[in-house]
């Protein structure tokens, strides 16, 4: 037999230790190459992870689109019209402030074929506001393009809602805080809601107003708003 057919067909030898050798080096390489790439991979991963869910991308036609944003620090309050930012204290701080018979108002301007309008917003009962029957003085209204949405009443600091039904319309309201003392005068309790106004395919600017039916004075008592968001969605296939 030839001495290369020998070779092929010889069993013996330290083959195994040829390989142990050998994936333990390339073991070793992928290690190191994950401890050098690790870091970048998971910088990258979060980067599209949050271009994905921002508002610039709108995959599916019906992304969110943000169109305002207000919690009045600073005194921000651009393109509102009435109303003082004042800071309230406690846990309230700065807030869109309406006195005895104030109101304020913004408007949303909205794009070319929206689905949906989305006005959120925290709405304030501070003080001794309350009410001599439901919706008697006091109350706080909220009007879109000057239709009534709703009806805000404190009583005992109590918040409650008044929501007629307004077609294309929809309001929900979630007291979130109530009989609690969270700024303005320490000798009295307040209350608070989160409220979500949406709009169904609006297609002019929406002029988002509240007014205060209250009758003394913000020392004594007031209607406020703060964390104001509009956000609109578009339309399938746009």
């Known amino acids: 037999?030839?001495?290369?057919?020998?070779?092929?067909?010889?069993?013996?030898?330290?083959?195994?230790?040829?390989?142990?050798?050998?994936t333990g080096g390339v073991v070793g390489l992928g290690l190191a190459t994950i401890g050098v790439v690790s870091g970048g991979v998971e910088t990258l991963s979060r980067d599209i992870a949050g271009q994905l869910?921002?508002?610039g991308w709108n995959l599916f036609g019906n992304g969110m689109q943000s169109l305002a944003s207000f919690d009045f620090t600073?005194?921000?309050?651009?393109?509102?019209?009435?109303?003082?930012?004042?800071?309230?204290?406690?846990?309230?701080?700065?807030?869109?402030?309406?006195?005895?018979?104030?109101?304020?108002?913004?408007?949303?301007e909205i794009p070319d074929a929206t689905a949906e309008a989305v006005m959120t917003f925290d709405l304030i009962a501070g003080d001794s506001i309350d009410s001599s029957d439901q919706w008697g003085y006091d109350?706080?209204?909220?009007?879109?393009?000057?239709q009534t949405v709703a009806i805000a009443a404190a009583q005992g600091s109590s918040m409650t809602f008044d929501i007629p039904q307004t077609d294309g319309t929809t309001v929900q309201a979630t007291v979130t805080v109530a009989e609690q003392h969270?700024?303005?005068?320490?000798?009295?309790?307040?209350?608070?809601?989160?409220?979500?106004?949406?709009?169904?395919?609006?297609?002019?600017?929406?002029?988002?107003?509240?007014h205060s039916n209250s009758n003394q004075g913000i020392n004594d008592e007031f209607w406020a708003i703060d964390n104001f968001d509009a956000a609109t969605t578009a339309g399938p296939g746009f």
């Open 182 to 210: 969270l700024g303005g005068n320490p000798g009295w309790t307040d209350s608070a809601a989160a409220v979500t106004v949406t709009v169904d395919h609006p297609t002019e600017p929406i002029q988002f107003e509240v």
């Open 53 to 55: 869910s921002s508002d």
């Open 139 to 146: 109350s706080a209204t909220i009007t879109l393009n000057g």
């Open 74 to 108: 600073g005194g921000n309050a651009v393109g509102w019209l009435g109303g003082q930012v004042m800071d309230m204290g406690g846990s309230l701080g700065e807030v869109l402030v309406l006195g005895a018979g104030q109101a304020t108002a913004y408007t949303v």
């Open 1 to 22: 037999m030839s001495d290369h057919v020998t070779f092929w067909s010889d069993e013996n030898g330290a083959v195994t230790v040829d390989w142990v050798v050998l």
